[in-house]
């Protein structure tokens, strides 16, 4: 789906809309934001050529137009999902995925995508989707909104479940960051997830040498709207390598918020169905 559609989405469902920029000031459909981390990144080595990508988002087929972007973007793209796009790989995962980038004069790329999602639907619900021909709604992120529910019935399984141990992890780096009494909501959680994705992304990677690995890193969340348009809330985007300074070299593609819907609206009737 292009941007001109998307934005087109944006403007045939305001209840969407304004949803969409009061809880995520600065989105962009998907497309436009694929588009602007690569021009940005060419212009420090990142070619398709010569990068691998790596994705860390939930396991819903929900989340599959970013990861197919990803692919058409980096090309070949290391699976690093877990339940809510939480990072999971550790170290042996990791060290996999690195042997598998390419080498070009000593130097091994990579872009790391690593981001929770949530559906907004055309009335402005949050976490809810509708599908053609299917009257229910369906939810997302599902593994997210487990918690927000168990949060506010006041009930939370602390136990390592071997059985359920993506989930498990979720819950116990959520409930390591609130405070007892806390009450969220699922846009305050995915907020949280994101953060707590970060960090772990930055922890992990930190282990690597930065003379031979030079990496990007995009942060964000992932929204699905009406007629499966998708949108990224970019929250932080990056670069790391000996070559580019000792901290991470923080790329202003995003400065503004510039969506640029007003520019690119094509007709509602070009949406398609
Ligand atoms: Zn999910």
């Given at each position: 789906m292009t941007a001109n559609t998307a934005s087109a989405i944006a403007a045939q469902f305001p209840e969407f809309d304004k949803a969409l920029q009061h809880y995520f000031p600065g989105a962009l459909p998907l497309s436009k934001y694929m588009g602007r981390?690569?021009?940005?990144?060419?212009?420090?080595?990142?070619?398709?050529?010569?990068?691998?990508g790596m994705i860390a988002i939930c396991r819903d087929e929900q989340t599959d137009p970013l990861y197919e972007a990803m692919v058409r973007y980096w090309g070949k793209t290391f699976n690093c999902c877990s339940l809510a796009g939480f990072v999971t790989m550790g170290k042996t995962g990791l060290a996999?995925?690195?042997a598998h980038t390419p080498i070009e004069d000593g130097l091994r790329r990579f872009v790391f995508c690593a981001m929770p999602h949530i559906a907004i639907s055309r009335n402005g619900e949050v976490g809810l989707m509708y599908r053609d021909g299917v009257e229910a709604p369906s939810h997302a992120c599902g593994a997210l909104e487990t918690i927000v529910e168990e949060l506010a019935a006041g009930h939370l399984n602390l136990?390592?479940?071997m059985q359920d141990i993506e989930q498990t992890i979720v819950r116990q780096k959520i409930l390591s960051q609130l405070r007892y009494g806390d009450r969220v909501?699922?846009?305050?959680?995915?907020?949280?997830?994101?953060?707590?994705?970060?960090?772990?992304v930055r922890n992990l990677l930190s282990r690597?040498?930065?003379?031979?690995?030079?990496?990007?890193?995009?942060?964000?969340?992932?929204?699905?709207?009406?007629?499966?348009?998708?949108?990224?809330?970019?929250?932080d985007f990056f670069i790391v390598g000996e070559q580019f300074g000792e901290q991470p070299y923080r790329l202003d593609t995003f400065a503004g918020g510039d969506r640029d819907a007003a520019a690119s609206l094509s007709k509602p009737d070009e949406i398609a169905g």
């Open positions: 981390t690569a021009k940005a990144l060419a212009k420090y080595g990142f070619e398709d050529e010569n990068t691998m996999s995925a690195t136990e390592t479940d909501n699922l846009v305050d959680l995915t907020q949280l997830a994101s953060k707590i994705i970060a960090t772990d690597l040498d930065t003379t031979i690995f030079h990496y990007a890193v995009m942060h964000g969340i992932q929204i699905h709207g009406p007629f499966e348009s998708q949108w990224v809330y970019p929250v």
